[in-house]
Structures are given as structure tokens and as C-alpha cells.
């Protein structure tokens, strides 16, 4: 059972535009939710993280907006560049218990082109 | 955030054998994570590993096939046995400090 579904697969946006990654989620116990950015050869890398009790947040160029009541949560990239291009996971996990771990979505494959 | 080194960062095996992935830690932490990044996919965690105790499986991964050790807060490996076509993947340790997840760069495995 897939807990964290992500959308798109894929996305191509021309430099400067805004790309909308979108994820929802199933287990209302999740209360961790970070977006991570893998380039090729690399490990993930935690680019920005939100919790439940707010609705957006920036950091730079990245902001995550957040959407409880519909258990939903969306990465927006402002300006992008083409170094944005990479793949995006978003993810979620339960911050109770000694045992967290982050389930991941399916990944969303960036290309900014020129 | 922690420091992760990963060795090997890249290897080639023999179906039938076995190879052993290393994580060192720049500093303590409680649990260490292992995942695997099959070509092209998320990431599936095969594995939770506290230090001296046995670690946790995920459904789908056994002790058998992926053993892993936790002698200290700063290492753990994973083993990948008896390794066919299908093990071929990006296998990754992550830890967690204050809920702030670091990867390691990966071990990409290809099994011939």
C-alpha cells in the first residue's frame, strides 16, 4: 500500500517558471513531511521540511505549502534554474515513538530547460 | 547536519556472492537507516539498526539476505547475499539527527 503518492512523474518548465511538485498522504499520524532533491550519483538531499501546524513555508527559492484537512502537501520552486534540475521525492514519517522512518513518493523527474 | 561516508561508492559482483556496505557516521547517533533506490524508483527501506540490538526488518527484507551490523554509534554495515541480477540497485544509510535525515552518497551494486 503506497502511503505517499507523488505527482507529476515528470515535468519540464522553461527557466523561471514555477514548478508544482504535489504529494498526499494516507496515515493521519504523519506529522514530518520533508521534500528531498537527488541528482544523478548522488544520495537525496534534504532540501526543505514541514510540520502539520502550519500552512507554508519558505526557504530561498523552495516553498512547501501544506494542506491538512486535505492531507496533501505541494514543493513550489520559484525562478527556477536549470541546476534545479533534478529528481524531487517527497516523503513523511511520525515523529512519536523511537522508531521513526520517512516513507518516500515515487520521485518527480525536474528538467529546466534554457 | 551529520557527515555520511558510504564505501564502496560503486561496485560489480558475481551473482552467488555477497558484498558489504559500510556507513561511518562523523558523530553518535541512535538509528541508523539502510534503503535501496532500485534504477530509476524511490527509495524502500529494507532496514532499521539500533546499536547492540538486532535490527528491524521491513516487509519483504529478511536478516538472511541482508544482514546488517551495529557495533558503535558511528557504523553499521549492510550485506547484500548471495547477490542475482535483481539485488542491482543503489543501496543508502541514513541517520537521523533532530529529524534532520542524511543520506550517504550510495553504494550503486550491479550484479552479473
Known amino acids: 500500500q503506497q502511503q505517499v503518492k507523488q505527482s507529476p512523474q515528470s515535468l519540464i518548465v522553461q527557466k523561471g517558471g514555477i514548478p508544482i511538485i504535489n504529494c498526499a498522504y494516507e496515515?493521519?499520524?504523519?506529522?514530518?513531511f520533508p521534500w528531498y532533491q537527488q541528482f544523478p550519483g548522488k544520495g537525496p538531499a534534504l532540501l526543505i521540511a514541514?510540520?502539520?501546524?502550519?500552512s507554508e513555508k519558505k526557504e530561498g527559492r523552495f516553498t512547501i505549502s501544506f494542506n491538512k484537512s486535505a492531507k496533501q502537501f505541494s514543493l513550489h520552486i520559484m525562478d527556477s534554474q536549470p541546476g534545479d534540475s533534478a529528481t524531487y521525492f517527497c516523503?513523511?514519517?511520525?515523529?512519536?515513538?523511537?522508531?521513526?522512518?520517512?516513507?518516500f513518493g515515487t520521485g518527480t523527474r525536474l528538467q529546466v530547460t534554457l | 547536519s551529520a557527515v555520511i561516508s558510504q564505501k564502496p561508492s560503486r561496485d560489480i559482483c558475481q551473482r552467488g556472492t555477497s558484498l558489504t556496505i559500510q556507513c561511518q557516521v562523523d558523530?553518535?547517533?541512535?538509528?541508523m537507516f539502510w534503503y535501496r533506490q532500485q534504477p530509476g524508483q524511490s527509495l524502500t527501506l529494507i532496514a532499521t539498526?539500533?546499536?547492540?540490538?538486532?535490527?528491524?526488518?521491513e516487509s519483504g527484507f529478511v536478516i538472511d539476505k541482508f544482514p546488517i551490523s551495529r557495533p558503535n554509534l558511528t557504523f553499521s554495515t549492510l550485506t547484500v547475499s548471495n547477490m542475482s541480477p535483481e539485488d542491482s540497485s543503489i543501496y543508502l544509510c541514513?541517520?537521523?539527527?533532530?529529524?534532520?535525515?542524511?543520506f550517504g552518497s550510495g553504494t550503486r551494486l550491479t550484479v552479473v
Open positions: 558523530s553518535q547517533v541512535t538509528m
Open positions: 541514513s541517520v537521523d539527527r533532530d529529524h534532520g535525515y542524511t
Open positions: 539498526a539500533n546499536q547492540g540490538s538486532e535490527a528491524t526488518y
Open positions: 516523503a513523511a514519517s511520525k515523529t512519536a515513538g523511537t522508531a521513526s522512518k520517512l516513507t
Open positions: 514541514i510540520r502539520p501546524d502550519v
Open positions: 496515515n493521519t499520524a504523519f506529522d514530518y
